[in-house]
Structure formats: structure tokens, C-alpha cells
């Protein structure tokens, strides 16, 4: 399902079944053309469905992706090539007795949250598990988008995105020439992002509720009484 979250309040707006723009437009259809004119800004996740319905039911509004998702995909695309490596190199999958594997997990933190023995181990890596230097520059790339929606204003941005597109250029992979082909895609909507700040954040608190509440309730049988339960207790939340 589809959840609407106001960004303000945190506070959940309505559930739609499917993560498709039908269902989307239907729900805006209902609300009001007062309601629809006051939106000013919308929170997504790098989905070409939601944002074709918000294109069209809400025009006006500017779009915000989320940059936890692109960091996201920068993550899997990192992963992606670390396992390509290692079936190339070694014929199999990756191993405890492989440091990039048994150091996959440090490979996908972020570079300014490591300690200085983490990064130590990260260079030791690297060196001792990655001849082909593809699973460094994957990494390398990872991190320069980081850097890129870490940017204060749009002028550093696009000086970043350069560089970023550069270190794409040089690395020369499928895999980072699909997340650079992303970065493209949703451009417009990663300079909202960088404007205004706003991010999708209370959309996946609201998801985490709604996961807690089936979990609590043992599951539901009918549609509709879940719904109803998860705007009730968003509501109940919100008043106390």
C-alpha cells in the first residue's frame, strides 16, 4: 500500500492499495481543489509512478526525493559490483574467508562516521581483496554522492555533481553508469531536496507505526478496518 503523510505533522492522511499512481490520483481526486492548491511541496521516493500522479494532480507543487533512498541505491550499486568482482575473480560468491565480504558492512558506512581504526581497515581491504580497483571506485562514487546531497547551496551542487560525473566517466561500470543515469533522471527533484530539505522521514516513521500496529493486531482480514485503525491511532497520536 501507499501512505500519505503530512510533513508538518507527521500525522497520517490516508492508504491507498498498490504503490502505483492510479491509486494515488484517485485519493488526491477526492480531496478538494482548496486542499490541493495548498500543497507546496511533496516528499518521494525515487519512484516514476508517484511522481507522474503528483505531476499531474498537483502541478503547482515542487517535488522533493528523498535522499536516504538515493543514498540507498548508491548502496546497492556498490554492493552490486562488489559481488560481480568476486564471481569474476573467484568463480563464486563471496566468502568469511574474503575481506570484502567478511567487510561488506563497513564498505556501505559512511566515511565521516568511521573510526579511525574502521577506515584503517577499509584502506586494508580494499588493498588486500580488490586488484580490478572497481569495488573502490564504486565506493568512491558512493561516497561523492553523499558529498553532493550534503551541499549547502545549488552552486556547490552542480560542482559536485560534475565531479561526481567524472568519477562515473573514469570508473566506466555498468552498475555506476545506472545510478548516474538516476542522478540525471531526478535531478529537478534532488535541487528541491537541497532547498528546501525536506525529506519523506515522517512518511517512514508513519510506515514503521503502521508495521508495529499489523504486528500487534496479528494481521487484519479486512482491508478497510485496517485502514480505519491505522487513521485512528495516527489521530490519537497526534491529539495526545
Given at each position: 500500500m501507499t501512505t500519505m503523510v503530512d510533513l508538518d505533522?507527521?500525522?497520517?492522511?490516508?492508504?491507498?492499495?498498490?504503490?502505483?499512481?492510479?491509486?494515488?490520483?484517485?485519493?488526491?481526486?477526492?480531496?478538494?481543489?482548496?486542499?490541493?492548491g495548498n500543497v507546496q511541496v511533496v516528499a518521494i521516493?525515487?519512484?516514476?509512478?508517484?511522481?507522474?500522479?503528483?505531476?499531474?494532480?498537483?502541478?503547482?507543487?515542487?517535488?522533493?526525493?528523498?535522499?536516504?533512498?538515493?543514498?540507498?541505491?548508491?548502496?546497492?550499486?556498490?554492493?552490486?559490483?562488489?559481488?560481480?568482482?568476486?564471481?569474476?575473480?573467484?568463480?563464486?560468491?563471496?566468502?568469511?574467508?574474503?575481506?570484502?565480504?567478511?567487510?561488506?558492512?563497513?564498505?556501505?558506512?559512511?566515511?565521516?562516521?568511521?573510526?579511525?581504526?574502521?577506515?584503517?581497515?577499509?584502506?586494508?581491504?580494499?588493498?588486500?581483496?580488490?586488484?580490478?580497483?572497481?569495488?573502490?571506485?564504486?565506493?568512491?562514487?558512493?561516497?561523492?554522492?553523499?558529498?553532493?546531497?550534503?551541499?549547502?547551496?545549488?552552486?556547490?551542487?552542480?560542482?559536485?555533481?560534475?565531479?561526481?560525473?567524472?568519477?562515473?566517466?573514469?570508473?566506466?561500470?555498468?552498475e555506476t553508469w545506472r545510478l548516474w543515469e538516476t542522478?540525471?533522471?531526478?535531478?529537478?527533484?534532488?535541487?528541491?531536496?537541497?532547498?528546501?530539505?525536506?525529506?519523506?522521514?515522517?512518511?517512514?516513521?508513519?510506515?514503521?507505526?503502521?508495521?508495529?500496529?499489523?504486528?500487534?493486531?496479528?494481521?487484519?482480514?479486512?482491508?478497510?478496518?485496517?485502514?480505519?485503525?491505522?487513521?485512528?491511532?495516527?489521530?490519537?497520536?497526534?491529539?495526545?
Amino acid at each position: 500500500m501507499t501512505t500519505m503523510v503530512d510533513l508538518d505533522t507527521g500525522v497520517v492522511l490516508g492508504v491507498v492499495d498498490g504503490r502505483g499512481s492510479a491509486g494515488v490520483k484517485a485519493w488526491l481526486t477526492a480531496r478538494s481543489a482548496d486542499w490541493r492548491g495548498n500543497v507546496q511541496v511533496v516528499a518521494i521516493d525515487p519512484s516514476a509512478a508517484f511522481r507522474k500522479a503528483v505531476a499531474d494532480m498537483l502541478p503547482h507543487a515542487a517535488v522533493s526525493v528523498d535522499h536516504f533512498h538515493l543514498v540507498q541505491l548508491a548502496n546497492q550499486m556498490l554492493t552490486m559490483v562488489r559481488q560481480r568482482v568476486s564471481r569474476d575473480l573467484k568463480g563464486r560468491r563471496g566468502r568469511t574467508i574474503d575481506p570484502s565480504w567478511a567487510n561488506r558492512r563497513l564498505l556501505l558506512r559512511a566515511h565521516d562516521t568511521l573510526s579511525e581504526k574502521g577506515r584503517a581497515r577499509l584502506v586494508k581491504t580494499l588493498r588486500q581483496d580488490d586488484p580490478t580497483q572497481e569495488i573502490g571506485a564504486a565506493w568512491g562514487i558512493k561516497e561523492q554522492l553523499r558529498t553532493l546531497l550534503a551541499c549547502g547551496s545549488l552552486a556547490d551542487a552542480h560542482e559536485e555533481k560534475m565531479r561526481l560525473g567524472y568519477y562515473v566517466m573514469v570508473a566506466d561500470m555498468a552498475e555506476t553508469w545506472r545510478l548516474w543515469e538516476t542522478i540525471n533522471a531526478w535531478w529537478t527533484e534532488i535541487e528541491v531536496f537541497l532547498i528546501t530539505g525536506v525529506t519523506n522521514a515522517r512518511t517512514e516513521a508513519a510506515n514503521t507505526s503502521i508495521k508495529q500496529l499489523k504486528r500487534t493486531g496479528r494481521g487484519y482480514r479486512n482491508a478497510e478496518h485496517y485502514k480505519s485503525r491505522i487513521l485512528l491511532r495516527s489521530a490519537a497520536r497526534r491529539a495526545a
